[in-house]
C-alpha cells in the first residue's frame, strides 16, 4: 500500500503532538519540579518535609507546616528580620539547610 | 475520449510543483514544523534566561522538552517509581515516549521532521550551498576539500556506529552515575548555554558539528546523535518503508545527493535503513513518477 508524503508528515506530526498533548490533558506532565503539571507553582503540601526543596520560601514552610516564620528563624538562630520571602537555599550556612529544616520539622511533627 | 493525465504514468518525468501546490508540499510542511519547534524552543529558551527562576514568577527550562533528557533519566525513573536525574522532568519523560512512539510508526521522522537541532544542520548546510552558488572560488574550494576528503569516505561507514557508543555511555553514565554524563558534551545544550555565556566540552562539539554541516549534510545525526540511534533502532521496527521501483528509475542518482543522511538511495531496492530520517528530500527530488514511493508493509522484513 502506497502512502502519500503529505499524509505521511501529518501522521508524524498528529502522533508526536498527540502524544504530549494527551499526557498534558491527563495531567502527566511537568517541565519543572517547581511548577505543577497546570503550570501553576508548585507548594509543600504539609504532610511530610522530605518534599522541601531549597528553592522554597520560609512563608512557603510556614503556610504548609502550620509553623511561625519566627519559630523557624530561632529554632535555627538566624536574623530575626529575616524576610520570610526568603529562599531555603539562600540561607543555608553550617546550622541550617534544607535537610536540616526537614529533620526539625519531622521531629515537631513527632515522626 | 479519455485524457491520460502525466501524474499518473509510472517513469514519466514529474512535472514541477508551482504556486500553492508547492506551498502543500511535504518539504515546505516539513520545514514549517522544523522552524516552529525551533523557535519554540528559543523562546522558552531566552524567557528562562531573561526572567531567571529565582523570583515569584517560574519559567520551564527549554531542556525540559528535550527527548535525550528523558532516555537519559528512564533508568531512574523506572527503577525509583518517579523520579528523576538532575535537570530532567516527567514531560523529558513524555517527550520521549512521543519520540519513540513516531519512530515505531515511521522510523526516524522525529529526526527528519521535528529535531531542531537536525533544523539547524540543515539550515547550515543550504547556507553552505547557496554561498557555493554565489560565490565560485568558495566551490572551487569546498569541491577540492570533498574530492581530498573522498578518501575518508571508506570510515563513513564506520563512524556510523560512533552514536551507538555515545547511547550506551549517556544512559548507562546516567544511570550509574545518577546525573546526565552526557550534558557537558551535548552540543545542543552547548547552544542554549551560550545565552547565559556558558562554555563546556559541549562547545566545542557545537562549533565542529557546525563547521563540518557546511560541508557534510547533518554530521552530527550521521555519527554522534544518541537519540537518533535510539530512535532508529526502535525504527526497524516500524511498518513504513521507501521503495525505488526498478522499472521507473532511471537510476541518476538525485536521490542520493538530496539524500541528508548520505544514504545510497538509487541503488537500493528498499530503504529500511536504522539511518534513514524520513525527510522525504529523495522522493521530493526524484525526477521519476512513481519510481520513489513510501509503502506500507510488514514490519522488518517490509513487502
Partial sequence: MRINPFIYGALVLVLFFGVIGGAKAAGVWSVSGKLTSSGEKALPTGANPDELKGWMTLDDVAKAYNVPVAEILAAFGLPADTPGTAQIKSLESETFSTTNLRTWLKTRMGQ | MTTVTHAHVKGAVKPRRKGLAALLSHHALRRLVQFGVFLFIA????????????????????????????????????????????????????????????????????????CPFGFIQDMVHSFSAAVQKRVPAIRKAVKALKQRGAKLAVLDRYLRFLKYGVLAWAVAGAAAYGFMVFRDYDPWAALWNLLELSLAGGTVVLAIVLVASFFVERPWCRYAC??????????????????????????????????????????????????????????????????????????????
Fill in chain 2, 43 to 114: 523562546i522558552i529558551a531566552v524567557r528562562h534566561v531573561l526572567v531567571g527562576e529565582g523570583g515569584a514568577i517560574i519559567t520551564a527550562s527549554w531542556e525540559a522538552y528535550c527527548p535525550m533528557g528523558g532516555l537519559e533519566t528512564l533508568y531512574k525513573f523506572v527503577t525509583t517509581g518517579g523520579s528523576f536525574v538532575s535537570h530532567a522532568h516527567l514531560s523529558n519523560v513524555v517527550v520521549l515516549v512521543a519520540a519513540l512512539a513516531v519512530a515505531l510508526l515511521a522510523r526516524n521522522a522525529f529526526c527528519g521532521w521535528i
Fill in chain 2, 226 to 303: 544518541p537519540l537518533g540511534a535510539a530512535t532508529g533502532l526502535l525504527g526497524a521496527l516500524s511498518p513504513i518503508y521507501l521503495k525505488r521501483e526498478a522499472e521507473s528509475c532511471k537510476a541518476c542518482a538525485v536521490c542520493t545527493k538530496a539524500c541528508p543522511m548520505g544514504l545510497p538511495v538509487h541503488t537500493a531496492t528498499t530503504i529500511k535503513s536504522v539511518d534513514c530520517i524520513g525527510c522525504l528530500e529523495c522522493v521530493d527530488e526524484c525526477p521519476r513518477e512513481g519510481a520513489l514511493a513510501l509503502k506500507l508493509g510488514v514490519p522488518v522484513i517490509g513487502k
